[in-house]
């Protein structure tokens, strides 16, 4: 089992993310979802939703993919499935998508998804403990989906 998980979740890391993850199942305050391939099980990576303001209908969208999977299409369709699950049963209206400026992967999954590009935003996030400039994009209930 441990040689389907990578290698970065393979200590107790994995155990805390669990229990992390859980308690935001728990508490309705966050949904993540680990994405497995079909045929083996293999980890490929995750995407969920977090800082839900459910008062706004806003949440974050993330996503992830574990190297050796990137370039397939992982996290468009991961992230199309949480954004869709938010939508129709969480009652979401509005996901935010930040990514930093130099992941243009992420932003490209962002665009596949029909998310607006809002801008650049400064100390939106800390990365390192540091607060970070960030790209905002905006995916809206009923935004058109471009290909994917």
Avoid: C
Avoid at 81 to 90: D, K, M, T
Avoid at 103 to 116: C, E, I, P, Y
Avoid at 118 to 136: H, I
């Amino acid at each position: 089992m441990a040689a389907l998980v990578p290698s970065a979740l393979r200590d107790g890391r994995r155990k805390r993310l669990v229990a992390h993850a859980s308690a935001g199942w728990r508490a309705g305050s966050k949904f993540a979802f680990g994405v497995f391939h079909a045929d083996d099980g293999t980890l490929l990576g995750g995407a969920g939703l977090s800082r839900l303001d459910r008062d706004a209908g806003s949440a974050n969208l993330g996503y992830w993919v574990a190297s050796p999977h990137r370039g397939r299409g992982v996290a468009t369709r991961a992230a199309r499935l949480v954004a869709r699950s938010g939508f129709e049963h969480v009652g979401l209206t509005r996901l935010e998508i930040v990514t930093l400026p130099d992941n243009h992967a992420s932003q490209r999954v962002a665009t596949r998804l029909g998310a607006a590009r809002m801008g650049v935003v400064e100390n939106r996030m800390l990365v390192d403990g540091q607060p970070a400039r960030v790209v905002l994009s905006v995916l809206t209930v009923g935004a058109r989906r471009s290909g994917g």
